[in-house]
């Protein structure tokens, strides 16, 4: 067979069939209901063995729109007179007889958990998408819902650091092309999903002190992981109460904006001592100093550990 495309003049004078249409627009639109979790259950409890499908909702199943309507569609759940508890589910299914989409009510088998979807691709059959659990217990007069409907979302958006959406919606992540970054916009702020910074160098040079292994740190997904290097003493003893800066400096894009960070070091002789890593607010903020140690003499060596600490 000949390579086709449509809609296309070449194509049966553009008319589109139903199962044309669905092999173009199923990718258009994920399948779901307009709108997020924080919005009210698009399926309650009615009266008696019965649920309530909210009024004014749209949704997609396959590329095919669907619309609750004006009022609340009431759905009738059968009875369970079986001895044991059931779970039925309501779906939204588009059935491929009739090419609509329709919210419905799906029987489980007692003591088996909730049905599974049917989601059948061909040209035929049907296909289900979740919108809610309902509990049915034996020889029950009224049922108890769960929430499970799906949600469309949002794709995710290349953007620059600079222009970002500016009327994000909830659940929206975008990447941005120029950091490298994957941001997640949580209904109030964007917050790093995922980013990483390479390895990057902690050190800065002080005459008190030899860098005999280099200070690095590693930014990945807003967590900060820090190695500190190791140094040996050239400025004279020090005595135990006095502290004393470390030739390390955070950068500013990887300090805590707000707490101070503490890491443990071994110091020549088995002792072992304090650092203090300032934050962002503080008159120090980056710098690393020896807080809490013995005294130390000259050619002593102090040999830090690792610390880690979330900046997003």
């Given amino acids: 067979m000949a390579q086709d495309s449509w809609p296309s003049p070449a194509h049966n004078s553009r008319a589109v069939t139903d199962t044309e249409y669905e092999k173009i627009a199923a990718r258009f639109s994920d399948d779901g209901i307009w709108g997020n979790p924080t919005d009210t259950a698009v399926v309650s ?77 061909g040209d035929t059959g049907v296909y289900e998408i979740p919108l809610a659990r309902v509990t049915v217990l034996n020889g029950g007069s009224a049922v108890s819902v769960a929430r499970e409907e799906l949600y469309i979302g949002t794709r995710l958006r290349p953007c620059l650091s600079s222009a970002r959406n500016p009327s994000p919606v909830l659940g929206e992540v975008a990447f ?104 962002a607010n503080h008159s120090l903020a980056g710098q690393v100093w020896l807080t809490q140690k013995p005294d130390i003499s000259n050619g002593d060596d102090v040999l830090p550990g690792a610390v880690s600490w979330v900046v997003d």
């Fill in 45 to 121: 409890a009615g009266s008696g063995l019965s649920v309530n499908v909210r009024l004014g909702l749209y949704g997609s199943v396959r590329g095919h729109a669907w619309y609750s309507g004006t009022s609340a569609v009431n759905l009738t759940i059968g009875a369970n007179a079986s001895g044991s508890t059931r779970v039925d589910r309501i779906v939204l299914r588009l059935d491929r007889s009739t090419w609509t989409v329709r919210a419905v009510p799906k029987a489980g088998t007692p003591g088996s958990g909730a049905p599974a979807l049917t989601q059948q691709t």
């Fill in 176 to 279: 941005e092309t120029d950091t490298g970054r994957l941001i997640l916009w949580n209904g109030s702020s964007w917050s790093t999903a995922y980013d990483s910074s390479g390895s990057v160098s902690a050190d800065s040079a002080l005459s008190a002190w030899e860098i005999t292994v280099e200070s690095v740190l590693e930014k990945r997904s807003g967590n900060v992981h820090v190695r500190l290097g190791t140094f040996k003493r050239k400025g004279g003893a020090l005595a135990g109460p006095t502290d004393a800066r470390l030739p390390v400096l955070i950068p500013s894009a990887y300090r805590h904006p707000t707490r101070n960070m503490y890491a443990m070091a071994y110091i020549t002789g088995a002792e072992v001592g304090r650092l203090t890593i300032y934050p």
